[in-house]
């Protein structure tokens, strides 16, 4: 019952305590105190008080490193926390000189690095050289190193005001960003992509689509750090529910030459058009080039499930299962499994009742991988119960059915596994 445990928190007071207690021994204070909420007795306060004074002196710390770092916000939300959990006048006091003294030493670096930067010299051949680093040109630097050479000379060369338009899109301030870079989008249409970005970041998917197909038309569809801007178009068209466009522009570079990212783009457009015997052949000949995409085994289990060849899921999920593992350590890359992969698994074996034992290893590392557990993380847990005989199982099936609204498709599941709802009264 652990992993269900887990799933519902069903714990007795004394498994609380050892909880709280394991949380401590593995320096996760905050975990021990919301575990011992709601608890007393002598040995829950004392695991409280360790845990309240664990924060505290945690926080404190990340307090003065965040104001010494210059996080003035960061250090004041931190000094909250350590006086919610109970810390000192004098501690908070401590706290707030080392950040008065962090200040004064950052003003007269400041007041150094303006000094010095008056008479910084070119050096070499590159101009970036003599720039001081807050130089808005010099991240700007960083961020064309992910274009192609050609590009990057053309993007470099429109300067100082257009390198500060694309900051504004890193800074986190994508409408300022939009109206700044269309001013250059007449002049270099490689701008476009930049622009495309800042309307993603404003969920503005139609204008993003729009400027991707005119960067396409002007200088060819490119890869941009790990971005291909085709698939990006792609998606963005999928998204908008234009699959066959979606499918037009990946057919187009597809033609250009084969690329297992742009496959695996057609097959998934395949799989959202239904067209399921052509996305799970394409999908099948893109895992003989990328046999260690995770992501890859995952879609296929899918589209094989939704063409009704359950086992033939299953197969392909295992076979992913297989990719991370190493025979020789140290010389091979574990991966961990794929949590979503290792959903269907369990949900495959447990609703089929196939293989008990591999049924429950299955569940067993989904419970030690789940961090945030999901609705259909608890349907697993009632039908691992449900298969074990275990008690309990009207209670969680019910909390399964409580709040999904009429004509939910997960209403007509629960109903195919654990029968009609109880009649109330």
């Known amino acids: 019952m652990g992993f269900l445990a887990r799933m519902f928190g069903i714990y007795s007071p004394e498994e609380r305590v ?3 207690r394991r949380f401590l021994d593995r320096g996760e204070a905050n975990e021990a105190r919301i575990e011992l909420e709601g608890l007393e007795g002598p040995e829950a306060e004392a695991l409280r008080a360790e845990a309240l004074a664990a924060l505290v002196a945690r926080n404190l710390q990340e307090a003065e490193a965040r104001f010494v770092a210059g996080d003035e916000q960061g250090g004041e939300e931190h000094m909250a926390m350590a006086k919610q ?7 908070l006091r401590a706290v707030r000189r080392t950040a008065r003294e962090a200040r004064a030493e950052r003003r007269k670096a400041e007041a150094a690095r303006k000094q010095a930067a008056e008479v910084i010299e070119p050096e070499g051949d590159d101009a970036l050289w003599s720039l001081p680093p807050s130089d808005p040109r010099i991240r700007f630097a960083m961020l064309l190193e992910a274009w192609p050479a050609e590009l990057q000379e053309r993007l470099a060369g429109l300067g100082r005001e257009y390198a500060e ?4 899109l890193e800074d986190g301030r994508p409408e300022e960003a939009w109206e700044a870079l269309s001013a250059w989008v007449g002049r270099e249409p490689a701008v476009r992509y930049e622009r495309a970005r800042a309307a993603i970041a404003m969920g503005q998917h139609v204008k993003a689509a729009s400027d991707l197909e005119s960067f396409g038309d002007a200088v060819g569809h490119q ?3 790990g971005t291909h801007t085709a698939v990006l178009l792609a998606q963005l068209r999928a998204r908008t529910g234009d699959l066959q466009r979606a499918l037009d522009v990946i057919d187009a570079e597809l033609a250009r030459g084969a690329d297992p990212s742009m496959m695996a783009t057609r097959a998934s457009l395949l799989e959202a058009m239904g067209r399921l015997d052509e996305a799970a052949e394409l999908t099948s000949q893109v895992i003989q080039q990328v046999p260690k995409d995770l992501g890859l085994y ?3 289990g899918r589209i094989r499930l939704r063409q009704g060849d359950r086992l033939g899921a299953m197969q392909v999920l295992e076979a992913g299962m297989r990719v991370g593992k190493c025979e020789s350590p140290g010389k091979c890359g574990y991966r ?3 949590v979503e992969s290792l959903r269907m698994l369990a949900r495959l074996y447990l609703e089929d009742r196939r293989d008990p034992k591999r049924a429950r290893e299955i569940v067993g590392l989904l419970a030690n991988m789940v961090q945030q557990p999901t609705w259909d993380d608890a349907y697993i847990a009632a039908l691992a119960a449900r298969n074990d005989d275990s008690p309990g199982l009207p209670e969680m099936v019910d909390r399964l059915r409580a709040g999904l609204p ?6 007509e599941l629960l109903a195919s596994q654990f029968g009609q709802p109880r009649l109330s009264g």
């Open 406 to 411: 009429p004509g939910d498709p997960r209403l």
């Open 336 to 338: 961990p499994p794929d």
């Open 85 to 91: 959990f109970g810390a000192s006048a004098e501690d």
């Open 298 to 300: 995952r879609m296929l």
């Open 165 to 168: 338009a694309v900051l504004l």
């Open 223 to 225: 890869r941009i750090g």
């Open 18 to 20: 050892d909880r709280a």
